[in-house]
C-alpha cells in the first residue's frame, strides 16, 4: 500500500492516448509529511479539492494508483514531488 | 460675485444687469451668468442626446474600445502565476515573451477584424499570457482567466509558443467561456476542444492567408519536437483527417465512435472533421462564411454548459439559413460537414 502509481493525462496535447503518456512511481513514504496528509486526504474524499477556476481548460489531471484504488484529481490540487515523478514518453 | 447667482432664474438676472443702482462691474458679471447658464443648458441638452444614442447603440461602441492590451508575464520555470511582468514585451530578445506578445496581439485583431469581437471578452479584457512556466512543462493552457505556456521538453514538444494556432486554441478558450460556457466533459467537452481547435486553425490560415485548399488543417504542427518527428508524427490533431498515422493524438471520425468519459481533446475529432469538411466543401477562406456561422453559433445565443454535439449541430444548420438565406451552398456544405461524421 506503499507504493504510489502515477499517471499524468490531458493537456492540449492529449496525454493519456495511444501515443503520449505520462507517468511516474514513487513511495508515500517518500513524501514529506505535510504531502503524506494530503495524499490521505485526497485518497478520503477526491471530489473534496478545490474547484478549478471556471472555463479553465487544457489543464493536466493526475491518475494516482494506490494498491486496488485509482483516483483522478487535478494539477492543482497534485503535491509537486508528485507532479515531478512523470516523465513524458512516446509510444 | 459668488457663484450662487446660478440660482436666480434668468429673467430676474437680466432685469438686475440693467439697474443702474447696482455697480458696472455688478451688473456685467450678471450678463455673463446669463450667458453661462444658456451654455450649460445646451451642454446638457447635448449631453442628453449624446446618451441616448450611446444607449441605443452600445454593440457599436464596444468596437469602438481601443485595442485590448497585451501584457505578458515570465515565470522563469517556476509554476508561480502570473510570474514577472515584461515591460517591453514587443522588443524583448526573449522568443516566447515576443512571440506570445505578437500572436496574442494578432489573435485579437484576428476577432476584431474578423468577427468585430472587442478581445476575449467582446469588452477588452486585458489579453494575459505567461510564459516559461513550469520546467520543461510540456503543455500550454487557459486557467480561466490568463494564457500560460511551457518550454517544452524540447524533444516530444518545443517551446508552445510557437504554435500560432496553439495560442489562438488557447485564447478561443477563453471566448467560449465568455459566450457558450460550454462544460469540459461529455459532448460539451468535446465541443469546447473542437471550437478552439476550429479557430486557432482558422487564425492560422487568417495569418498566412490561405484558403482551405492550401490550408495544412493541422494543430500543433510547430510545436512538434525532434523525438516526435523521428516517430512519423507531424501533428497533435489534423482537421481533415483525425483518425491519420501522422498524428501524435489520433481521434474519431464519426460521432457514435466516442465513449462515455473521453478525452475532451479526442471527442473533438468528429466535429474538427465536420468544420472543415463544410470548409472545403464550400471553398474559398475558412473565416468567410462557414467560420462566421461558427462563431454565430458560439455567440450569438447566451450560454449552454452542457450542449450536445447534435444540439450545436442543429444550430449551425440554423445559422447558416438564417445569415446566408439566398446561398443555399453554405447551408449544403454545413450539412455535408455534419453528415459525414453522422450527425
Ligand atoms: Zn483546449
Excluded at chain 1, 500500500?1 to 492529449?14: H, N, Q, S, T
Excluded at chain 2, 488543417?217 to 498515422?245: E, H, Q, V, Y
Amino acid at each position: 500500500m506503499d507504493r504510489l502509481k502515477i499517471e499524468r493525462v490531458g493537456g492540449v496535447a492529449g496525454f493519456g492516448g495511444p501515443h503520449l503518456k505520462s507517468r511516474g512511481e514513487l513511495a508515500l513514504s517518500d513524501l514529506s509529511p505535510a504531502d503524506q496528509k494530503t495524499v490521505e486526504s485526497l485518497f478520503a474524499d477526491p471530489k473534496k479539492v478545490p474547484a478549478s477556476h471556471p472555463g479553465q481548460a487544457d489543464a493536466f489531471s493526475y491518475r494516482i494508483t494506490r494498491g486496488s484504488q485509482t483516483i483522478e484529481v487535478p494539477e492543482h490540487a497534485v503535491p509537486s514531488t508528485i507532479k515531478s515523478s512523470v516523465k513524458d514518453v512516446l509510444e | 460675485m459668488p457663484c450662487s447667482c446660478f440660482i436666480i432664474p434668468n429673467d430676474v438676472l437680466t432685469k438686475l444687469s440693467q439697474d443702474k443702482k447696482l455697480s458696472a462691474s455688478v451688473r456685467k458679471r450678471m450678463v455673463d451668468t446669463v450667458q453661462i447658464s444658456h451654455e450649460l443648458r445646451e451642454l446638457r441638452n447635448q449631453a442628453a442626446r449624446f446618451t441616448s444614442v450611446a444607449a441605443t447603440r452600445a454593440d457599436g461602441l464596444v468596437t469602438l474600445a481601443a485595442a485590448p492590451s497585451v501584457t505578458v508575464y515570465d515565470c522563469k520555470h517556476t509554476q508561480t502565476l502570473p510570474g514577472t511582468p515584461i515591460p517591453k514585451p514587443k522588443t524583448s530578445s526573449d522568443g516566447s515573451v515576443k512571440r506570445s506578445f505578437n500572436q496574442t496581439s494578432k489573435v485579437a485583431k484576428f476577432y476584431e477584424q474578423v468577427f468585430n469581437r472587442n478581445s476575449i471578452d467582446d469588452h477588452g479584457m486585458t489579453m494575459m499570457s505567461s510564459v516559461h512556466f513550469g520546467q520543461s512543462y510540456n503543455n500550454a493552457m487557459w486557467n480561466g482567466s490568463q494564457m500560460l505556456y511551457g518550454d517544452g521538453d524540447g524533444s516530444i514538444f518545443v517551446d508552445f509558443t510557437r504554435g500560432n494556432d496553439v495560442i489562438g486554441h488557447e485564447l478561443t478558450h477563453g471566448v467560449t467561456q465568455h459566450s457558450l460556457q460550454l462544460a469540459y466533459s461529455g459532448d460539451a467537452g468535446g465541443l469546447n476542444e473542437s471550437i478552439s481547435d476550429c479557430f486557432g486553425s482558422m487564425f492560422r490560415q487568417w495569418e498566412a492567408n490561405q484558403n482551405v485548399k492550401k490550408a495544412d488543417w493541422l494543430i500543433g504542427r510547430d510545436i512538434m519536437g525532434p523525438g516526435s518527428k523521428k516517430k512519423g508524427f507531424t501533428c497533435l490533431r489534423d482537421m481533415a483527417d483525425p483518425a491519420a498515422k501522422h498524428c501524435l493524438a489520433p481521434q474519431p471520425t464519426k460521432y457514435s465512435q466516442i465513449t462515455p468519459g473521453m478525452d475532451p481533446h479526442y471527442s473533438s475529432g468528429p466535429p474538427n472533421l465536420a468544420f472543415c469538411t463544410a470548409c472545403v466543401t464550400l471553398g474559398g477562406n475558412s473565416w468567410g462564411p462557414i467560420g462566421q456561422v461558427w462563431y454565430r453559433s458560439l455567440t450569438g445565443f447566451g450560454p449552454t454548459p452542457n450542449m450536445t454535439m447534435k444540439a450545436f449541430a442543429a444550430r449551425t444548420r440554423q445559422v447558416a439559413h438564417t445569415m446566408y438565406p439566398s446561398t443555399a451552398a453554405v447551408s449544403a456544405a454545413v450539412n455535408a460537414g455534419w453528415t459525414k461524421v453522422g450527425l
